[in-house]
């Protein structure tokens, strides 16, 4: 059975003031959420994890579009909702002359039993979500700098072609994966420096030039797409890269999303700037009169550099700078006559039609605001086929005051597109990429392990199920880990590693800070939802099944408390401290810090604690401790409550 849910409402605020509160896929900003999570996942997935205020449910929902530029977000359902079967949704910020008009639909499909049931809970969750964003709220978005750019270098390989780069050096010793940049059809690789040098501390970067252009020579007979597939080949195999991220403008666009659509299996991404398609869709007609129109000046006997002049007419927009307008003429002006007759002769004979359903990898698209030749509507209509063939996330932008090379036009802008989208697919840069992959599959097992035993308990956990959430086969986490109670003891490890992280390699800041950072991180632990529910499940089969609630005491908290006590061992060694038991004191500090609200959270899931009432436990446990056992309270409590005034607020999500 199918349900529909629309809800709309109206805000005296601007979309850019309500989109900037709902622009993270996080949802802690609506009132019936109490927590929420983005969770390790496979293929750059973006899923959600969040649990209702009341604490009755836990939901699991994946991204599926985003665009800033039309502020709109689209999530399906993953888990959580019993009887549905799917459950897409999107939420849409249009302008009005008022302020703002904020759309909130759902498609349900669920059993006849539930899909009233689930409709009617999705009409209050989107009312209530509306409701909170309908007030003024003036948020302030949170901007993402960019790395200091990195030292670029020229290179050319192999022979016949010869392939001209330009490559950010740092870290291509080692790229597991490389992000590639193709220029378009009246370009040259120089067209992406500034992307090459500002993205490169994020991913490995690397731009070429195609046959004929700038250092590349042309091949031995006309190119076509497989000669170009083999050049990408080529790049990646000089850098060891297992995997790309394809980022192509215009005609280079269309190359990039033919290569990837062809080779998914080697793409982690792919990036469109104005264009994808190309004349893959084109009659043959259509084709042909594009490829004579083209060639009449080549015919006569002209070159690029003659009507390169009419050709920045058409791709610059209205606001482009003598800078990026002599930029674009001299990049067409250098371009042979021989080179740019031959791109037009694979540009208008397309292998075959681009198969939007293999896009198993991550696509952002962009498209400058005055672009003509790949305009907003055009660009905007396939980044919903992608969307529709269900790659695992679609993001769509407009650049502002931009015209074809946006990239050229607007750097900064489009700089942050991709490096938010890089971020996604390459969080973060690791010494060995191979070790990188392999430490983000095991955090991942260890993830949905520690969802599956906070569901479940351990008992009601199975090996199956846990290989499920992680997205991850049966025999990977006997392989990565070993057998259920080994996964147990390495989600307890996990957190007790977590805890005690501050006490292991303590700053040079004083013990009172130490201590600060380690209260909060122990907070920010046992108080997420997930580990509250392990503990009362615990508590709850700690008669049956004995053993299990030992093994939890022994490889959590007790080892645990034995990192502490370790710390406030050192510290009476150089002085600082005074104590006859270090396990005593240990516990002395645990209770003192933390007991009364995780006491609180653990009999009433719904109500966690805020940060206030968890900044007053703090700051009060940490003064009667230091008062009780510091060698010089006065000086530390002064420091401490100097501390407590600038520490940054705890956060549930």
């Known amino acids: 059975m199918r349900e529909t849910v629309h809800c709309i409402a109206q805000s005296t605020a601007a979309p850019d003031e309500i989109w900037a509160a709902v622009a993270d896929f996080n949802v802690g900003w609506h009132p019936m959420v109490s927590w929420s999570m983005i969770e390790p996942s496979r293929n750059a997935q973006i899923i959600r994890r969040f649990a209702a205020d009341d604490g009755s449910s836990i939901m699991r929902e994946r991204l599926t579009y985003y665009s800033a530029s039309d502020h709109t977000i689209a999530y399906e359902m993953v888990e959580g909702i019993e009887g549905a079967s799917s459950y897409h949704a999107r939420l849409k910020i249009t302008p009005s002359e008022s302020g703002s008009t904020m759309t909130w639909n759902a498609d349900i499909t669920a059993s006849a039993a539930r899909a009233p049931a689930i409709a009617n809970g999705t009409r209050e969750i989107f009312e209530a979500g509306l409701n909170a964003l309908t007030p003024q709220q003036n948020p302030t978005p949170v901007v993402s ?105 215009s005609y280079g666009s269309w190359i990039a999303a033919s290569f990837a659509l062809a080779h998914p299996d080697m793409v982690a991404g792919l990036v469109l700037c ?214 147990f003891r390495a989600v307890l490890d996990q957190g007790r590693s977590t805890i005690v992280a501050p006490l292991k390699n303590p700053s040079d800041t004083g013990m009172p800070a130490v201590l600060w950072d380690f209260a909060w991180g122990y907070a920010r632990y046992v108080l997420h939802p997930d580990n509250l529910s392990i503990a009362r499940l615990i508590i709850g089969e700690a008669e049956r099944v004995p053993d299990i609630a030992r ?47 995780r006491n609180h959270a653990l009999h009433f899931p719904q109500e966690l604690p805020d940060e206030a009432t968890l900044s007053k436990t703090i700051r009060s446990g940490l003064h009667v401790f230091l008062r009780a056992y510091s060698t010089t309270p006065d000086t530390d409590l002064a420091s401490l409550a100097d501390i407590s005034q600038k520490s940054p607020p705890w956060r549930t999500t």
């Open 274 to 487: 104005g264009g994808c398609t190309g004349m893959s869709e084109a009659d043959p007609d259509e084709r042909e009169s594009f490829r004579v129109s083209r060639e009449v000046p080549l015919d006569a006997g002209q070159t690029p550099a003659d009507f390169a002049a009419g050709v920045v007419d058409v791709i610059a927009g209205p606001t482009a700078t003598a800078d990026v307008r002599a930029q674009l003429h001299a990049s067409m002006a250098n371009i042979p006559a021989a080179t740019y007759r031959d791109a037009l002769n694979c540009f208008c004979n397309p292998l075959e039609k681009l198969d939007f359903k293999k896009a198993d990898f991550p696509v952002l698209l962009m498209t400058g605001e005055q672009d003509k030749l790949a305009p907003p509507a055009e660009i905007r209509a396939v980044s919903h086929r992608f969307a529709d063939a269900k790659a695992p996330h679609v993001t769509f932008e407009v650049i502002a005051d931009a015209g074809h090379v946006c990239n050229l036009e607007q750097p900064a802008a489009v700089n942050a597109q991709l490096a938010r989208f890089l971020r996604i697919i390459s969080p973060a840069a690791a010494a060995s990429p191979k070790v990188a992959k392999k430490s983000a599959k095991h955090a991942r097992i260890l993830d949905a392990a520690l969802r599956e035993f906070s569901m479940n308990g351990f008992s009601g956990a199975s090996m199956q199920s846990i290989a499920r959430r992680a997205e991850v086969s049966k025999p990977t986490l006997y392989q990565y880990i070993g057998t259920k109670e080994d996964i």
């Open 551 to 597: 093994q939890f005491h022994e490889a959590g908290p007790a080892r645990a408390l034995k990192g502490i006590a370790q710390y406030l061992e050192e510290r009476r060694a150089e002085g600082l401290l005074v104590f006859e038991c270090p396990t005593l004191t240990a516990e002395h500090l645990w209770s003192l810090i933390l007991s009364g609200p």
């Open 145 to 249: 700098e960019l790395p200091n750019k990195s030292a670029v270098a020229r290179l050319t390989i192999g022979d016949t072609p010869r392939l001209g780069l330009t490559v950010a050096p740092e870290g291509l010793d080692r790229a597991d994966t490389i992000c590639l940049f193709l220029h378009g059809i009246g370009g040259n690789r120089g067209n992406w420096d500034d992307q090459v040098a500002s993205l490169a501390q994020i991913m490995p970067t690397v731009a070429l030039d195609l046959r004929g252009y700038g250092d590349s020579t042309l091949g031995f007979s006309h190119s076509q797409l497989d000669d170009y597939f083999d050049d990408i080949k080529h790049v990646m195999a000089k850098f060891g890269a297992q995997n790309i991220v394809l980022c192509g403008l």
